[in-house]
């Protein structure tokens, strides 16, 4: 069956940094990849999403890429602030599939 | 406008009993999802709904789970049984298009935390 995984439980960084998440997957390649940010005791809410024949995507502070060699995508954030501060799900997409979640990345932003 | 609600926002069960959550969706979305999300797990998906209508059941953990949806709005998500390894956060999501469902972003309620004693 389709896994997904981030590469790390959590990740703390230095404010103004750049934070980079990771998110493979294994089998088969997604027709796209989303993003979500979840907060405690919250559901997950949309940030982006990259589709398999994008290299790279970018919102404000926020850009995804793509690489469906490596089969994975990596999320960055520039300029980190505290209010960044939150879990990063990836899911994995393809048609007549069901999206399929990774565990998640806590990242700490720290000031 | 309202986003997606679901209640109750906690529920505390014993082994054995039957449980009933609640999804109300954005009005006028077609689809909606039940996930699972277990400590330190992702979401699981567990059914989507297209209108009243379920494609696909593929995801729910055993028989004791079923879920309706009526009116092509509200989902009840009742778990029948309940036994400690139900203990999770379940979460609804709806989206706007299933025709467009390849694309559609989901947009998620709170979530019920479920704990079965």
């Known amino acids: 069956s389709q896994k997904i995984e981030q590469n790390s439980e959590a990740l703390n960084i230095q404010e103004g940094k750049t934070a980079t998440l990771t998110c493979n997957y294994t089998?088969?390649?997604?027709?796209?990849l989303q993003w979500y940010r979840q907060d405690p005791g919250r559901g997950p809410v949309f940030l982006l999403l990259?589709?398999?024949?994008?290299k790279e995507k970018r919102k404000e502070r926020l850009k995804v890429t793509f690489d469906t060699t490596l089969k994975q995508s990596l999320f960055h954030i520039t300029a980190s602030q505290p209010a960044d501060s939150a879990t990063y799900l990836c899911?994995?997409?393809?048609?007549?599939?069901?999206?399929?979640f990774g565990p998640g990345t806590r990242l700490s932003v720290l000031p | 406008g309202a986003g997606v609600s679901q209640s109750p926002s906690n529920k505390v069960t014993e082994k054995g009993k039957d449980v009933e959550l609640r999804c109300d969706p954005i009005?006028?979305?077609?689809?909606l999802y039940w996930y699972r999300q277990s400590l330190g797990q992702g979401l699981e998906f567990l059914i989507y709904?297209?209108?009243?209508?379920?494609?696909?059941k593929s995801g729910l953990p055993s028989d004791r789970f079923s879920a309706e949806r009526t009116g092509g709005s509200v989902s009840t998500l009742t778990i029948q049984r309940t036994q400690q390894e139900d203990s999770a956060v379940y979460l609804c999501?709806?989206?706007?298009?299933?025709?467009?469902?390849?694309?559609?972003?989901?947009?998620f309620g709170p979530g019920t935390r479920l704990t079965v004693l």
């Open positions: 089998n088969y390649s997604p027709a796209y």
């Open positions: 999501a709806s989206s706007s298009d299933w025709d467009q469902k390849v694309t559609d972003t989901q947009y």
């Open positions: 899911a994995w997409y393809n048609y007549g599939q069901n999206f399929v």
């Open positions: 009005s006028g979305h077609t689809a």
């Open positions: 990259i589709r398999e024949n994008e």
């Open positions: 709904f297209q209108g009243n209508s379920a494609p696909d």
